[in-house]
């Protein structure tokens, strides 16, 4: 006897979902549209780790005109000594953010790590720019409130010249607000007073716009020789013209590049010029330091 069987429609089959742990060792290439993750989700965990940063209410303690465009700024960060101590090395830089104000900005830090520990303030040179974070931070006043992260990046790495008799030249490159970390660098001190050739080529538009020319004075009794460079000089001028790379070209005098360090802080076309005339004449890519 045959037994017939009634013919059952078959269902649609699907297979099981595949475990996480053969996932992972899948390409993402092979991964079928139901077996990635979906975009929305890398969105989230993007934003978690976002929210993770650690923002600190920290009061303005002063706002003074540094040049043309740009600002000394000072905040207090006294009742905050996880900030304080998070500031370590010259170059170091930090999140700043205003209250409704979505977009934070990143501001290097001028003031030298032993300045912030006993003055318990954090003191930035800002380029007030129209539209930005920047332009809204310098219109502020003495107590109003900001938000800071701890101080972050590895900073000016001067181990990497030292000690002093084995480099005695040093060349600092900056140009514009570059000069912020630079003077952090050079009031932290790096042995230039034990060194036979430190120079600082500062380059902007013109003197109106050259910040830190009353710590010039100084600086030169540390041991840096101070070239300003002038952009666009007024009559009368008679320093260096031009841009920082062109005057470093015209003076050069490297005696011995292998005992040679660099750091350099300021427009992007600026550093890579003097990187590529430095690496032509001999200097150790390694000895060109830079705060990023």
């Not at 409704?100 to 001028?110: R, T």
Request: proline share 8%; hydrophobic share 40%; charged share 20%.
């Amino acid at each position: 006897m045959t037994v017939i069987t009634p013919s059952v429609p078959h269902a649609p089959f699907s297979a099981p979902p595949l475990p996480m742990s053969i996932l992972r060792r899948l390409p993402f290439r092979f991964l079928t549209p139901r077996h990635r993750l979906p975009r929305r989700r890398f969105a989230t965990l993007a934003a978690v780790r976002q929210d993770t940063t650690v923002w600190t209410p920290s009061p303005i303690s002063s706002i003074e005109i540094a040049a043309e465009s740009l600002f000394h700024v000072s905040i207090d960060v006294s009742n905050s000594p996880d900030l304080v101590s998070s500031h370590t090395l010259p170059g170091q830089y930090l999140q700043l953010r205003l209250p409704d104000v979505e977009k934070p900005s990143f501001l290097a830090i001028a003031s030298p790590p032993s300045l912030v520990a006993s003055t318990g303030a954090f003191e930035f040179l800002v380029k007030s720019v129209e539209g930005s974070t920047a332009e809204l931070l310098c219109g502020l006043k003495k107590g109003d409130v900001v938000e800071l992260t701890q101080a972050m990046g590895n900073g000016f790495n001067t181990d990497k010249i030292d000690p002093p008799e084995d480099y005695p030249t040093v060349l600092i490159f900056a140009t514009g607000s570059g000069i912020s970390p630079i003077r952090s660098l050079i009031e932290s001190g790096f042995g230039a007073d034990k060194r036979s050739d430190v120079r600082l080529y500062y380059g902007a538009r013109n003197l109106r716009r050259m910040a830190y020319q009353d710590r010039f004075k100084d600086w030169e009794s540390s041991g840096v020789k101070v070239v300003p460079v002038l952009s666009q000089p007024d009559d009368g001028w008679t320093g260096e013209s031009g841009y920082v790379q062109a005057a470093f070209a015209r003076a050069k005098q490297i005696d011995s590049p292998k005992g040679t360090g660099a750091m350099i802080c300021g427009q992007r076309q600026m550093t890579e010029e003097v990187s590529s005339i430095l690496v032509a004449d001999g200097v150790s890519k390694e000895k060109i330091l830079m705060n990023f």
